[in-house]
């Protein structure tokens, strides 16, 4: 589009057009996840944990895993275990779509 087609489109209409230009050459990156999109031996911070089961959340707190606990996925099958400090624990696929972390690059 030339310069003076621009100033004739509707407002709205130009504002969509500079955010899709703006957008498509704005590089971006994942930073934050639910800890089940991690890869194996990818290290994330927790970041929240939105676990209902009192019980679940107590026994988490009680081994150390809490916001801004480092943790390591160290497998995925047959189940998912993580590691924070030297502990290794198999977690439940409920309690890991519940743990978000920011992914540590």
Do not use: W
């Amino acid at each position: 589009m030339m310069k003076d087609e621009l100033l004739k489109v509707h407002p709205s209409s130009f504002m969509l057009y500079l955010f899709l230009i703006v957008t498509m050459f704005t590089p971006f990156s994942v930073t934050g996840c639910s800890l089940d999109l991690l890869q194996v031996g990818e290290q994330g911070i927790i970041t929240s944990c939105k676990i209902q089961d009192d019980l679940i959340l107590k026994k988490l707190k009680s081994l150390g895993i809490t916001t801004g606990t480092v943790i390591t996925l160290e497998q995925q099958f047959p189940s998912l275990i993580i590691k924070a400090g030297k502990i290794l624990l198999d977690v439940e696929k409920e309690v890991v779509c519940a743990i978000y972390v920011r992914i540590i690059v």
